[in-house]
């Protein structure tokens, strides 16, 4: 800290800019009064203040924390929508994962009672500061939600699993309530569903392309599935520019090759082929 | 222990709550405080009044009155019977209160406790808890005095303090006016002999033999040689004039600390819907916690017993998920409890009694993310326990074995957080294909190619042919299944068998064969086929 304090002052150049004819009693004070180049230099406490509010939590997954400006914005909403294999639940436990293995609690809100411990301790999350609560109703589930908010929980992820969801969408006034709880103690929530719940509460909406399944194949059968390939669509996201997207790939636990690489039959019994000159 | 009080060196304190019957209801009902009212014990035709509040005084109540008798002075006396529980939970807070002063505490019953001061004056002048400066010990007892019995008035009971060197003697001194009221080490018989008899509370034949000898005080009773009283009055004689001379031989008693805390009350009348049983709950619960929290203690277990009309008694136990003292959330939890499972009667009495436990505490962190609070998180944790049930809520664990829509949970109790944040490790996540579990596993019509199993001939070695075609099964008109999710469609791929046996030596075994179907939609399935039964099922979804 006091280094990089130091290397900023030190960074100032030596000679003092011309300062301006005009600098006078009548000029603007503050950080207007001074030249460019200084004025770059300086922040305001209310700048400060409002990086600090700004934090984002790292999903885990470096291609959604591109999309996001550096992950999952403390405070806010974000939503993530998307239909049957479309990675949306791996990216779940990625960010479940991701915020346990840094020592933060987490709760998971799993409408459709679909979490498979050992396959989210497989992903990496620690279970011990990982909170499962099973809702019923759309409606429980946002109760539930306001509570681990409030409690002080710093990441809530609420999956409503597949529908026919229960209980429908929920009210929006319900998911407005939930962003302020959620601003209030500075949680990150996330909200994962097969069509767009959250209404406007979402601060930003990300859309997962049905993902298309990467089979490792022998000869002409396929062997074993390899993993998942999906792509990431920025659907909306406020004080900001939408509309890009970014590939991802998931890997298969039971597949050590990773499945972005084109993946080719593979042969048993090939002859090695010796130089010409051997 | 009798030597060490003739020398002085053992200082006792007495409590006493002053017309205890009525104190232990009046911090019930605190709102009765400035009516007219008595206490009544006994039934029928016998039943006297035992205390009354200064406003029934005033009109001419007296213990020993009938309840016509008041009723004929004052017309407007409110009555109400004695009531054990009360006052059973009225002696227990005011030993909660000794208990904060010293850690040997007796219990002599009705509203009267002594309790060790040895060493305590000295304690709370270093301390500066005492206000007085004054080095001389009378004054630091007193104002231990008005501390102890500004601690009981906090806790809702008026009292009376005296200090002295023998037991009798502070309860004596005790109950006297202008309290604290001490007596110096040493001089429990000066301090005894000029006051009337009637206080040593002899028994009555006992007393109206002294009063025909012309022994009116304590004093005049002490300066009767021993040997003559004890001829002549006998046992009980002796022993009263060996405590009229200041000796008291009965050592402090000190008691076991309770297992438990309790709170409750008889009512006036039946309850018999939920809103006024938890008005009234309520304020006992919020008696309860308090006493806990003054223990540094709050409650696991809350044990909910209600009397019920005209009989019976009904016995609940509310598990908590944490230790809690949240009045609200105690107070939910009944709720919920009682809606749940009505009593089914109308409620004449109810007892609350709490299981404490250490509350957990928090290590706060500079650099490292913040921890949950304690109590926030019991507190929430029991609101979601009343909200969804205990076995939706929790933190979960594999089990030990294959069958993926198998979970344990166990109490969510996260470990404190690390010294700093690995910002590091969060970043790069493992990219792994998750799958959702489908609890339970979706029963499904599949169509395979080729022959069917059961054509094989030797089913430890059939295989099953490769499914092409997925369907959910249509039973019972089919109600159930278009609540749930539909899996239906051609097979694009498919990939298996892989077989899975577990547990093949217990009640519950599986047999299974293993499937990843890919459908035209492009979704992709983990189905299983049951070896013992030949049923399909799906059990997760890659997604």
């Known amino acids: 800290m006091l280094h990089a304090v130091r290397t900023a002052y030190l960074d100032i150049p030596d000679e003092?800019?011309?300062?301006?004819?005009?600098?006078?009693?009548?000029?603007?004070?503050?950080?207007?009064?001074?030249?460019?180049d200084l004025r770059d230099r300086m922040q305001s406490a209310r700048q400060l203040l409002g990086?600090?509010?700004?934090?984002?939590?790292?999903t885990g997954l470096p291609v959604l924390d591109r999309l996001l400006d550096g992950g999952l914005p403390r405070g806010e909403l974000v939503e993530v929508v998307g239909g049957r294999s479309s990675g949306r639940f791996s990216l779940v436990l990625e960010v479940l994962a991701a915020t346990t293995r840094a020592g933060e609690a987490a709760a998971l809100i799993d409408l459709g009672d679909h979490l498979d411990p050992a396959r989210a301790e497989a992903a990496g999350a620690?279970?011990?500061?990982?909170?499962?609560?099973?809702?019923?109703?759309?409606?429980?589930?946002?109760?539930?939600?306001?509570?681990?908010?409030?409690?002080?929980?710093?990441?809530?992820?609420?999956?409503?699993?597949?529908?026919?969801?229960?209980?429908?969408?929920?009210?929006?006034?319900?998911?407005?309530?939930?962003?302020?709880?959620?601003?209030?103690?500075?949680?990150?929530?996330?909200?994962?569903?097969p069509y767009r719940a959250s209404g406007t509460a979402a601060a930003a909406v990300v859309e997962l392309d049905r993902g298309n399944a990467r089979w490792l194949r022998s000869g002409a059968s396929p062997v074993l599935l390899a993993g998942l390939g999906g792509r990431l669509v920025l659907e909306k996201r406020r004080g900001g520019s939408a509309g890009q997207s970014a590939e991802t790939s998931w890997r298969s636990a039971e597949c050590l090759t990773p499945p972005a690489l084109e993946v080719r039959p593979v042969r048993l019994f090939e002859r090695p082929r010796l130089a010409a000159s051997a | 222990m009798s030597r060490r009080v003739e020398t002085g060196r053992s200082r006792l304190a007495c409590l006493t709550v002053p017309l205890f019957p009525l104190a232990a209801r009046l911090r019930s009902e605190p709102e009765l405080i400035r009516e007219a009212l008595a206490i009544l014990e006994g039934n029928g035709q016998a039943a006297r009044i035992v205390a009354a509040t200064r406003a029934a005084r005033a009109a001419g109540v007296r213990p020993g009155l009938s309840l016509p008798q008041a009723r004929a002075l004052c017309p407007k006396l409110a009555v109400r019977p004695r009531d054990a529980i009360s006052e059973r939970a009225a002696e227990e807070a005011l030993i909660e209160v000794a208990d904060a002063f010293s850690p040997r505490v007796e219990s002599a019953g009705d509203g009267t406790i002594f309790l060790d001061l040895d060493g305590l004056p000295r304690a709370a002048s270093l301390s500066g808890a005492a206000?007085?400066?004054?080095?001389?010990?009378?004054?630091?007892?007193?104002?231990?005095?008005?501390?102890?019995?500004?601690?009981?008035?906090?806790?809702?009971?008026?009292?009376?303090?005296?200090?002295?060197?023998?037991?009798?003697?502070?309860?004596?001194?005790?109950?006297?006016?202008?309290?604290?009221?001490?007596?110096?080490?040493?001089e429990e018989?000066?301090?005894?002999?000029?006051?009337?008899?009637?206080?040593?509370?002899?028994?009555?034949?006992?007393?109206?033999?002294?009063?025909?000898?012309?022994?009116?005080?304590?004093?005049?009773?002490?300066?009767?040689?021993?040997?003559e009283v004890a001829s002549r009055l006998g046992r009980s004689g002796s022993d009263l004039h060996t405590v009229a001379r200041g000796l008291d031989p009965r050592p402090l008693v000190p008691r076991e600390p309770p297992p438990s805390f309790e709170e409750g009350m008889s009512l006036e009348w039946p309850l018999a819907t939920i809103e006024p049983f938890l008005f009234i709950g309520r304020a006992a619960l919020e008696r309860l916690t308090k006493r806990l929290e003054s223990a540094g203690l709050a409650c696991l277990r809350l044990e909910l017993d209600l009397t019920l009309e005209p009989e019976g008694n009904l016995r609940r136990a509310i598990e908590l998920p944490a230790p809690s003292r949240d009045v609200k959330t105690l107070l939910s939890l009944i709720r919920l409890d009682l809606e749940a499972n009505p009593p089914g009667a109308p409620v004449i009495g109810f007892l609350f009694r709490a299981h404490p436990d250490r509350p957990r505490e928090a290590q706060l962190s500079l650099l490292g993310p913040a921890a949950l609070s304690p109590d926030r998180l019991a507190a929430t944790l029991a609101r979601l326990f009343a909200l969804l049930g205990p076995e939706r809520v929790g933190s979960p664990r594999p089990i030990d074995g294959h069958r993926p829509e198998r979970a344990a949970l166990v109490a969510f109790a996260p470990p404190p957080p690390p010294l700093v944040m690995d910002r590091a490790a969060a970043r790069q996540g493992r990219g792994l294909l998750g799958v959702r579990a489908l609890r339970?596993?979706?029963?499904?019509?599949?169509?395979?190619?080729?022959p069917a199993p059961e054509a094989v001939a030797n089913p430890a070695i059939s295989i099953t042919a490769r499914p092409i075609e997925v369907r959910p099964v249509v039973a019972n008109g089919g109600e159930d299944v278009a609540r749930r999710l539909e899996i239906r469609g051609g097979v694009r791929v498919a990939a298996g068998p892989w077989a899975l046996e577990e547990g093949w030596w217990t009640d519950d075994p599986a047999d299974r064969e293993y499937w990843d179907v890919e459908l035209f939609g492009g979704s992709v399935y983990r189905v299983f086929r049951d070896r013992t039964t030949g049923d399909w099922f799906a059990d997760g979804i890659y997604d």
């Open chain 2, 440 to 450: 339970p596993p979706l029963p499904l019509e599949v169509i395979t190619e080729g």
């Open chain 1, 51 to 58: 990086k600090a509010e700004r934090e984002l939590m790292p």
């Open chain 1, 126 to 193: 620690d279970l011990s500061r990982l909170l499962w609560v099973r809702p019923r109703t759309v409606e429980q589930a946002l109760a539930a939600t306001e509570m681990l908010l409030g409690a002080g929980f710093p990441l809530a992820v609420v999956d409503l699993g597949l529908p026919p969801l229960r209980g429908g969408r929920g009210i929006e006034a319900a998911w407005l309530r939930l962003t302020r709880a959620a601003a209030a103690r500075g949680a990150a929530l996330l909200v994962s569903a």
């Open chain 2, 189 to 227: 018989a000066a301090f005894l002999a000029p006051l009337p008899l009637a206080r040593l509370a002899p028994e009555v034949d006992l007393s109206s033999t002294l009063e025909r000898w012309g022994v009116r005080s304590i004093g005049d009773f002490a300066r009767l040689p021993p040997a």
């Open chain 2, 131 to 186: 206000t007085t400066a004054t080095p001389d010990p009378d004054g630091l007892e007193r104002a231990l005095g008005r501390d102890l019995a500004a601690a009981a008035d906090a806790a809702g009971l008026p009292v009376r303090v005296g200090i002295a060197s023998s037991k009798l003697a502070a309860r004596v001194a005790a109950g006297l006016p202008g309290s604290p009221v001490i007596v110096p080490a040493g």
């Open chain 1, 16 to 36: 003092v800019p011309e300062i301006p004819a005009n600098v006078g009693s009548r000029a603007p004070l503050g950080p207007r009064a001074l030249p460019q």
